[in-house]
Protein backbone atom coordinates (compact mmCIF):
# COMPACT_ATOMS: atom_id res chain seq x y z
CA UNK A 1 0.00 0.00 0.00
CA UNK A 2 1.13 3.26 -1.17
CA UNK A 3 2.53 5.87 1.52
CA UNK A 4 1.46 9.68 1.46
CA UNK A 5 3.46 12.06 3.11
CA UNK A 6 1.82 15.79 3.09
CA UNK A 7 4.59 18.81 4.47
CA UNK A 8 4.48 22.71 4.15
CA UNK A 9 1.31 24.09 6.24
CA UNK A 10 1.75 26.74 8.40
CA UNK A 11 0.79 30.12 9.45
CA UNK A 12 -0.15 33.09 7.23
CA UNK A 13 -1.60 36.31 7.26
CA UNK A 14 -4.46 36.51 4.54
CA UNK A 15 -3.21 37.35 0.77
CA UNK A 16 0.07 35.13 1.66
CA UNK A 17 0.95 32.09 -0.54
CA UNK A 18 2.23 28.60 0.91
CA UNK A 19 2.80 25.68 -1.04
CA UNK A 20 2.32 22.33 0.06
CA UNK A 21 4.59 18.99 -0.77
CA UNK A 22 2.56 15.23 -0.80
CA UNK A 23 5.47 12.43 -1.40
CA UNK A 24 4.41 9.14 -2.65
CA UNK A 25 6.11 6.68 -1.60
CA UNK A 26 5.12 2.68 -2.93
CA UNK A 27 3.55 1.76 -5.77
CA UNK A 28 1.08 3.39 -7.44
CA UNK A 29 -1.11 2.28 -10.75
CA UNK A 30 -0.41 5.40 -13.26
CA UNK A 31 -4.03 5.30 -14.24
CA UNK A 32 -4.52 6.70 -10.63
CA UNK A 33 -4.21 10.15 -9.70
CA UNK A 34 -3.16 12.59 -6.53
CA UNK A 35 -5.45 14.63 -5.23
CA UNK A 36 -5.23 17.55 -2.25
CA UNK A 37 -8.40 17.90 -0.28
CA UNK A 38 -8.83 19.51 3.11
CA UNK A 39 -10.81 19.34 6.24
CA UNK A 40 -11.93 22.25 8.27
CA UNK A 41 -13.27 21.96 12.11
CA UNK A 42 -17.03 21.12 12.39
CA UNK A 43 -16.62 20.40 8.28
CA UNK A 44 -16.33 17.11 6.36
CA UNK A 45 -12.96 16.62 4.45
CA UNK A 46 -13.85 18.13 0.78
CA UNK A 47 -11.57 17.50 -2.25
CA UNK A 48 -9.87 20.69 -3.47
CA UNK A 49 -7.54 19.56 -6.62
CA UNK A 50 -6.33 16.48 -8.18
CA UNK A 51 -4.28 15.70 -11.10
CA UNK A 52 -3.62 12.88 -12.96
CA UNK A 53 0.01 10.75 -12.46
CA UNK A 54 0.56 10.03 -16.17
CA UNK A 55 -0.67 13.10 -18.12
CA UNK A 56 -0.80 15.92 -15.86
CA UNK A 57 -4.23 16.67 -16.40
CA UNK A 58 -5.81 18.73 -13.57
CA UNK A 59 -9.09 19.60 -11.94
CA UNK A 60 -9.74 22.03 -9.25
CA UNK A 61 -12.69 22.78 -6.72
CA UNK A 62 -14.69 26.38 -7.71
CA UNK A 63 -13.13 27.81 -3.86
CA UNK A 64 -10.03 27.54 -5.30
CA UNK A 65 -9.68 27.60 -9.12
CA UNK A 66 -7.63 30.23 -9.98
CA UNK A 67 -5.64 30.79 -6.72
CA UNK A 68 -4.67 27.36 -6.14
CA UNK A 69 -2.01 25.44 -8.90
CA UNK A 70 -1.95 21.59 -8.74
CA UNK A 71 1.56 20.10 -9.81
CA UNK A 72 3.67 16.72 -9.96
CA UNK A 73 7.43 15.84 -10.20
CA UNK A 74 7.27 12.55 -11.20
CA UNK A 75 11.10 12.18 -10.64
CA UNK A 76 10.36 12.92 -6.61
CA UNK A 77 7.24 11.22 -6.91
CA UNK A 78 6.16 14.49 -5.78
CA UNK A 79 2.79 16.24 -5.93
CA UNK A 80 2.48 20.06 -5.04
CA UNK A 81 -0.01 22.38 -4.47
CA UNK A 82 0.84 26.24 -4.71
CA UNK A 83 -1.54 27.98 -2.62
CA UNK A 84 -1.63 32.06 -3.69
CA UNK A 85 -3.88 34.20 -2.20
CA UNK A 86 -4.93 32.34 1.05
CA UNK A 87 -7.98 33.38 2.67
CA UNK A 88 -9.14 32.68 6.22
CA UNK A 89 -11.89 30.36 5.21
CA UNK A 90 -8.70 27.86 3.73
CA UNK A 91 -8.34 27.66 6.90
CA UNK A 92 -7.95 23.61 7.60
CA UNK A 93 -5.68 20.50 7.69
CA UNK A 94 -4.64 19.53 4.41
CA UNK A 95 -3.98 16.05 2.94
CA UNK A 96 -3.28 14.30 0.03
CA UNK A 97 -4.77 10.91 -1.33
CA UNK A 98 -4.41 8.36 -4.73
CA UNK A 99 -7.40 8.92 -6.63
CA UNK A 100 -9.14 8.05 -9.35
CA UNK A 101 -8.41 10.50 -11.68
CA UNK A 102 -9.86 14.04 -12.82
CA UNK A 103 -13.49 13.79 -14.57
CA UNK A 104 -16.59 13.12 -14.20
CA UNK A 105 -16.15 9.36 -14.71
CA UNK A 106 -13.25 9.29 -12.78
CA UNK A 107 -13.47 11.87 -9.99
CA UNK A 108 -11.01 13.72 -7.99
CA UNK A 109 -12.35 11.13 -5.10
CA UNK A 110 -10.33 9.02 -2.91
CA UNK A 111 -9.33 5.12 -3.27
CA UNK A 112 -9.95 3.50 -0.24
CA UNK A 113 -9.01 5.11 2.96
CA UNK A 114 -5.49 5.77 3.18
CA UNK A 115 -4.71 9.15 4.50
CA UNK A 116 -1.15 10.61 5.81
CA UNK A 117 -1.23 12.88 8.91
CA UNK A 118 -1.76 16.23 7.20
CA UNK A 119 -0.40 19.49 7.31
CA UNK A 120 -2.10 22.40 9.34
CA UNK A 121 -2.82 25.67 7.31
CA UNK A 122 -4.08 28.89 8.98
CA UNK A 123 -4.41 31.91 7.67
CA UNK A 124 -5.54 34.69 9.90
CA UNK A 125 -7.57 38.09 8.57
Known amino acids: QEQLTESGGGLVQAGESLILSCVVSGFIEDYYAIGWFRQAPGKEREPISC????????SYDGSVKGRFTISRDNSKSTVYLQMNGLKPEDTAVYYCATTYGTTYYSPCAPVGDNWGQGTQVTVSS
Open 51 to 58: INYSDGET
